[in-house]
């Protein structure tokens, strides 16, 4: 599934049930994290945390989730994309998937008549990770466009995701090119996660 998102803090989530964690980015990749309950970096955290270009904004964001592991990114996937990192997230519950903090915050009041459709959320429109399997997930996030993005070019920045069932493991970076990931605690990212 293939939707824009809307970007607040400079990142968007991966979830389950767990609550707000406050966290920092020390020891990631600077494009995922995998954020144990304690705030810490960690394999097999109960939160991920995707870090943008942009503070602000809209990108192009698609969602896999898959029945089987899917094969090394590929020499097109590598030249199309300046990020690529895997991760483990034991995401509990059946509605885990992506959360964007201001399409979940903004509230909605329908018109006079109550005819206005509600606006749609990341969880409306984005698949949920259980249809990988209960879990713990693998996810390998793809990022371009995070420098264009960040240096104010609207458009630029797309992101792909892909899930899938898999024991724990370290992460893994297949592709680290831009200059947002070189220091993610200085980048549009805060360090904080709220819902």
């Known amino acids: 599934m293939t939707a824009q998102i809307e970007i ?9 049930d767990a609550g707000p964690v406050d966290f920092s980015f020390t020891g990631s990749s600077g494009l995922v994290a995998s954020v144990g309950p304690d705030g810490h970096v960690t394999d097999g955290g109960v939160w991920g945390v995707v870090s ?6 809209s990108l192009k964001l698609t969602v896999e989730v898959l029945d ?12 199309r994309y300046s990020e690529i990192v895997e991760v483990s997230l034991a995401l509990e519950g059946l509605e885990a998937g992506v959360f964007s903090l201001p399409e979940e915050t903004n509230p909605w009041e329908p018109d ?5 459709e509600p606006p749609r959320t990341a969880r409306d ?25 960040r240096d104010g070019e609207r ?8 899930v ?3 024991p724990i493991a370290a992460e893994t970076v297949f592709r680290a090119t831009d200059r947002c990931g070189e220091h993610p605690e200085g980048s549009a990212v805060d360090g904080r996660v709220s819902s």
Do not use: K, N
């Open 8 to 16: 607040d803090h400079g990142q968007y989530l991966l979830e389950g």
């Open 52 to 57: 943008t270009g942009m503070r602000s904004g």
């Open 68 to 79: 089987a592991p899917p094969l090394p990114p590929s020499a097109a996937e590598r030249e």
């Open 112 to 116: 006079e008549d109550g005819d206005q």
């Open 125 to 149: 429109i984005f698949p949920r990770f259980s249809g990988a399997g209960p879990g713990p997930y693998r996810v390998r996030v793809h990022a371009r466009g995070r420098d264009a993005s």
């Open 155 to 162: 458009g630029a920045e797309e992101h792909l995701v892909r």
């Open 164 to 166: 899938w069932a898999a």
